[in-house]
């Protein structure tokens, strides 16, 4: 059984920095692609970056394309998401998930089986 640990989160002012982490374990995610979601209040889980795991292809939505990074060492099990620039509007639980399928960059949630407990990311103005 996949588990997945998100860390790295906290409050940052607008136009700071933040590096998310996500460390993989067990069955099913260290081959899977990987994928960071967010949610804010009273809104429904979105798609922000994803990453595969044989190519190393990756795939942003549009609101945080230049300004956040996915990346990953397959020799930590262990994936990225460097967010750059922040805005208030980036303010979300952020959620890491495990896509089963290897070269896949699926942006629906259910594409992805297993997740993470989230990590809270404020930003204030």
């Known amino acids: 059984q996949g588990q997945l640990a998100e860390s790295g989160g906290g409050l940052v002012q607008a136009g700071g920095s933040l590096r998310l982490s996500c460390d993989a374990s067990?069955?099913?995610?260290?081959?899977?692609?990987m994928g960071w979601f967010r949610q804010a209040a009273g809104k429904e889980r979105e798609f922000v970056a994803a990453?595969?795991?044989?190519?190393?292809?990756?795939y942003y939505a549009d609101s945080v394309k230049g300004r956040f990074t996915i990346s990953r060492d397959n020799t930590k099990n262990t994936v990225y998401l460097q967010m750059n620039s922040l805005k208030p509007e980036d303010t979300a639980v952020y959620y890491c998930?495990?896509?089963?399928?290897?070269?896949?960059?699926?942006?629906?949630?259910?594409?992805?089986?297993?997740w993470g407990q989230g990590t809270r990311v404020t930003v204030s103005s």
């Open positions: 067990g069955r099913g995610v260290t081959s899977a692609t």
């Open positions: 990453i595969t795991r044989i190519t190393g292809s990756t």
């Open positions: 998930g495990a896509d089963p399928r290897p070269d896949a960059l699926g942006v629906r949630p259910n594409d992805y089986v297993y």
